[in-house]
């Protein structure tokens, strides 16, 4: 049973910072799209002008969600260890 909660919390440790970053290079990427349909701006000159607005800050938000992990990891614990029934498994979620 530990096996395999290790390997979980592990798998989603790593790869979640990775989801995040992926999702905003395709926002950034959507956001291009628009604006070279909506104004006409090329799709090069957007993304050259946006990479000199992002700053060592804005990738701050891709490991935040593995603090996050942290809150997630101990509510599985008191999930897996919850005893049975309705009561039980109350008690076990209202506990910090």
Known sequence: MRYLVVTRVLAITLMLPLLVLLLMLL??????????????????????????????????????????????FVGCYQGYNAGKGTESVGKAGAQR
């Open 27 to 72: 926002a950034l990427w959507a956001v291009g799209f628009g604006a070279n349909i909506k104004r006409r701006y090329s799709f090069g000159s957007f993304i050259s002008q946006a990479f000199k607005m992002i700053d060592l800050w804005t990738f701050t938000a891709v490991i935040k969600p593995s603090f996050w992990c942290r809150d997630w």
